[in-house]
């Protein structure tokens, strides 16, 4: 069981965030990612889509014998993952905005939420911020357009910087010094965000923190793979494949798959 492979889904190349960090934790770790891009941006879909979606790519990922499924997506995760570890009897890790260290460290008492529709509105996200953001104010804006533009190859793009723009307007006028962003699309843009916002505000994801949580959770079941034999990455996408290429940097083979 312990060399079985790590599944992880999203709604398309985002995520990829998430298997850099985990593969750079467990380099020794077998991994199978979808990247369910026929389907993005999930951000804007119903709770119920929502959910057929996350069932869809987890049977597929349990029937590909994965021992733990990384739900790399925030949206997936608020929507979804309750429904899926009450269904399926293997571990599921999920992905929250790192609401709890922004709140906890910030200064001025004011961060930024970038984030999909389909988190802001959600449950769990207000629970989240209810918990842990007590007297801090959060200016929540919805990345609209944002996944689109990235799941077309334009990351780098005008329309990706005027949007990011407009965005971040408001949360430097509320004069914030975290800017939390809530989508695992989002950390690509970090390059971008450093030129736009003030040296002094700090950009943090939860990938680091997922990739530790999928450690320890493997170390609790006794399934960590310690061989030391090279682990078989594989990447399928359901559309082309070329973007997927470009954000691995062509390190890993990618394959089209109709999921």
Known sequence: MSTNP????DSGIGGTSIFKEIHTLMPNENIIYLADSANAPYGNKS????????IKNTELLISKGCKIIVVACNTATTNAIDHLRNTYSIPFIGIEPAIKPASLNTKTKSIGILATKGTLGSTLFHKTTDLYANGVTIIEKEGEGIVTLMEEGKLYSNEMQMLLDKYTKPMLEANIDYLVLGCTHYPYLTPILSKILPKHIKIIDSGFAVAQQTKSVLEQNSILNTSVIKPNIEFYTNTTTSILNEILERKFNVEYLDF
Do not use: D, M
Not at 6 to 9: A, D, K, L, W, Y
């Open 47 to 54: 709770k119920e889509r929502i959910q057929e979606l996350s």
């Open 6 to 9: 790590i599944g992880i889904f």
